[in-house]
């Protein structure tokens, strides 16, 4: 199978490097020169584990990089994964997508092929069928359903787990009209993936199906959230006891129950907002899903609280930021809530030294010069007044009384709990456990 991929972000780079691996022709297109020159030497832009091992390997077998979009016109499928940030009203941006449709319009009128285009990146529910189909048959002149297909594939693929999750999804999506082009998209992945659910369904519903999927994600997050918070305020009440019980329950399912400070990253958020303003416009009443935007918002404000209650004025003094990620195993800061807190604080002037084990270069890129970046976690706990676990990072179970044997004033507020069952000297404050009586 020749097999061309638009946008060589952790989605797109994930899928060409899994795919040319199984033995499939890969195109991968970018139209970010440097990002293609990296991609080809072996080196992976983001930090993902064993995205870079699966690279390598697959440009030894028959992974090609480009950003010369003539290259997919042998393609059977074109896969297209490029962004679909949000405006600043929330709504999505459609642009980079538009863009690169148009590109593949031009390529499928000169091709002698009859290619399937899959969109697996995440648009609101009519984008397809309204705007990127009449897009590809204009530029193209040729018929969808006819003589090329077009099909709505989103994926749900989690970041630090991109390989995993790329090389065995839960499920997969198809959506659009039953065709020839179904059938052997439908053939396609049931070869690659076997006895995974394939749904086939409409346009509409499958782009629907992916904001559902995010929107309850963040729902989970955002109730555990709040939970956390009542907990907090009972004494010897522990949230992740809580959350390991009802868990149990099958109707409830253990996963996505970790309070912590809010979800961040590229997606959730996003896709709150997207899906909030997309139900407006249609007239729907989203309540229920702004209740949810509001918990997350506003979570941050506990680690904020719990400081001010501990150390009154948080002018001048020295705070130390564990973690700026967005979450462990990746060093995509987009969105981070750690980022969210460093601003708010700065705005007290409070004094900042950060460490996270990947993702301190990509922060640099923020905040220059008004915060400090340590190299290890003990120079940054060097005469802090008080540290703020942010990201779930393993290396930070490790904190003992040594490591904090320079701060200032022992105090550690932990968003994630990964020190609750340990006896440390100073003061330890975490999201959602009570005071112990
Ligand atoms: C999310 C979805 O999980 C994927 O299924 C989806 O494909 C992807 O968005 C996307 O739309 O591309 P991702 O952004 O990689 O994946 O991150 P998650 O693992 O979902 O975590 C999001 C945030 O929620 C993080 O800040 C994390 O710390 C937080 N979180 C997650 C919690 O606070 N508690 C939890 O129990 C789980």
Not at 75 to 82: E, G, K, P, R
Not at 257 to 268: I, M, N, T, V, W
Request: aromatic content about 6%; overall charge positive; charged content about 25%.
């Amino acid at each position: 199978m020749n097999i061309g991929i638009i946008g060589l972000g952790f989605v797109g780079l994930s899928l060409s490097s899994v795919l040319a691996s199984k033995g499939h022709a890969v195109i991968g297109i970018d139209t970010d020169k440097k990002k293609c020159l990296e991609i080809r030497n072996g080196k992976s832009p983001i930090y993902e584990p064993d995205l870079e091992k699966t690279l390598k390997n697959a440009l030894k077998k028959s992974l090609k990089i480009s950003d010369n979009f003539s290259l997919i016109k042998n393609c059977d499928m074109i896969f297209v994964t490029v962004g679909t940030p949000q405006k600043i009203n929330g709504e999505i941006e459609l642009s980079m997508i538009k863009k690169a449709v148009k590109s593949i319009g031009k390529i499928i009128k000169i091709t002698k092929k009859n290619p399937i285009i899959f969109i697996k990146s995440t648009v609101i529910p009519g984008t397809t069928k309204k705007i990127i189909l009449p897009i590809l048959e204009k530029e193209s002149g040729k018929t969808a359903d006819k003589e090329f297909g077009i099909i709505s594939n989103p994926e749900f693929l989690q970041e630090s787990n991109a390989i995993r999750d790329t090389k065995c999804p839960h499920v997969i999506i198809l959506g659009g009209t039953n065709t020839k082009y179904m059938k052997r998209a439908k053939a396609f992945f049931s070869k690659m993936h076997h006895n995974v659910p394939i749904i086939i369904t409409k346009y509409q519903t499958a782009e629907m199906i992916k904001y559902a999927n995010n929107s309850f994600l963040a729902t989970k997050i955002s109730f555990i959230n709040q939970l956390s918070n009542i907990c907090q305020n009972i004494p010897d009440a522990d949230v992740d006891d809580v959350a390991s019980a009802i868990g149990l329950d099958p109707r409830i399912g253990k996963l996505f129950l970790s309070a912590g400070p809010g979800y961040g990253g590229s997606c959730l958020p996003k896709d709150m907002s997207a899906l909030i303003n997309f139900g407006g416009s249609v007239g729907a009443d989203t309540a229920f899903l702004k209740a949810v935007k509001k918990t997350n918002d506003e979570q941050i404000n506990s680690i904020i609280s719990l400081m001010k209650k501990r150390l009154g004025s948080l002018s001048n003094k020295k705070i130390t930021i564990l973690g700026t990620a967005f979450k462990p195993n990746t060093d995509d800061i987009r969105d981070s809530k750690s980022i969210e807190l460093i601003k708010k604080l700065l705005k007290n002037k409070v004094k900042i030294s950060v460490y996270d084990p990947k993702a301190l270069e990509n922060t640099k890129r923020i905040f220059g010069n008004k915060i400090v970046y340590s190299k290890s976690l003990t120079s940054a706990l060097d005469k802090s007044h008080a540290a703020i676990i942010m990201t779930q990072w393993k290396q930070f179970e490790l904190i003992s009384n040594k490591s904090l044997h320079n701060m200032k004033n022992k105090l550690i507020i932990d968003s994630r709990r990964m020190l609750a069952k340990k006896e440390l000297d100073g003061e330890y404050y975490a999201i959602g456990i009570g005071e112990k009586r």
